[in-house]
């Protein structure tokens, strides 16, 4: 038994090192595209375009930012998606969270085919519902509107804010709200008292999905918006001329862009966290 055991230690010691090594690789493959943006974001805007680009940073300047916000208007596109993504978080949060308590609490005729039919809805290719969408927004006269945009990122969010809420609501038992039922509590109140506490880590990750869903999204708010109303996404299209595309600048805006998304993921990590780990344990 003695000479096994350090040889079990031996094989479970290789073993997280194999794993170690294998989560490092990941980080690696997964962040040098985050750092070749920020090299190319303060590096001069001729080494940006080096045949021969350099993995280590040459120089550092601030001039690419400069000509960033001087090519295009930035802070308009900026706050227009920042409302469109704060807009869509707030409405798909209030209806993804009814809709989730729906169908997880309740029985009703035709349970099972809402459950399949959201399923079903995020299989579409959103490439696919391009023609349709534009020609319904036409119609309802919402094109260039950002209510407009609104709705349409909402078809393709809610979906997925539904299906997972449900997963949280389901790992709460029943038994909380009908004790806190029996207590004198209404069932809105069993709800906000016990359940919407136990849910916040669930909604707050899925809340951060759909802002960045929200925010990164590019072909509907190039399609249903013009120039003057473009998103952040859209305007970096904007270092894409006849004469060439200035890449430097383009970063800098890129990692511009990227700062409201880290501040967001920074103030709600902890929650974030625990929420994507609690709706892991089953469905």
């Keep these: ?24 690789l990941v980080f690696l493959t997964a962040g040098f595209p985050v750092y070749w943006m920020l090299n190319t974001a303060f590096k001069p805007a001729k080494d940006a375009i080096d045949p021969d680009p350099s993995l280590l940073p040459t120089g550092i300047t601030f001039s690419n930012f400069s000509r960033a916000l001087d090519i295009a208007d930035f802070w308009g596109p900026v706050g227009r998606s920042l409302i469109v993504s704060l807009a869509v978080v707030a409405i798909g949060i209030l209806v993804g969270t009814l809709g989730a308590l729906a169908i997880s609490r309740f029985s009703f005729r035709g349970r099972k085919i809402v459950i399949v039919g959201i399923l079903a809805v995020q299989m579409v290719p959103l490439v696919a519902m391009i023609i349709p969408v534009f020609l319904l927004l036409n119609d309802l006269d919402q094109y260039d509107k950002l209510s407009g945009l609104i709705i349409t990122y909402l078809t393709f969010i809610l979906p997925f804010t539904v299906w997972t809420l449900r997963g949280f609501i389901v790992n709460i038992p029943k038994e909380l709200e009908e004790a806190a039922m029996v207590d004198g509590c209404s069932p809105t109140g069993a709800f906000m008292r016990v359940v919407f506490p136990l849910l916040a880590p669930g909604m ?6 759909g802002f960045i869903q929200a925010w990164n999204e590019y072909l509907y708010a190039l399609m249903l918006l013009s120039q003057k109303n473009q998103t952040a996404t859209v305007w970096l299209g904007n270092f894409t001329t006849k004469h060439g595309t200035e890449y430097a600048p383009m970063m800098a805006g890129s990692t511009m862009m990227a700062v409201p998304i880290v501040v967001l993921f920074l103030l709600v990590q902890r929650k974030m966290a625990a929420g994507l780990t609690a709706g892991a344990v089953k469905g």
């Design 204 to 209: 707050v990750a899925t809340s951060v999905y």
């Design 1 to 24: 038994m003695s000479a096994l055991a350090p040889a079990g230690g031996r094989r479970r010691r290789k073993s997280k090192a194999g794993w170690n090594l294998l989560g490092l």
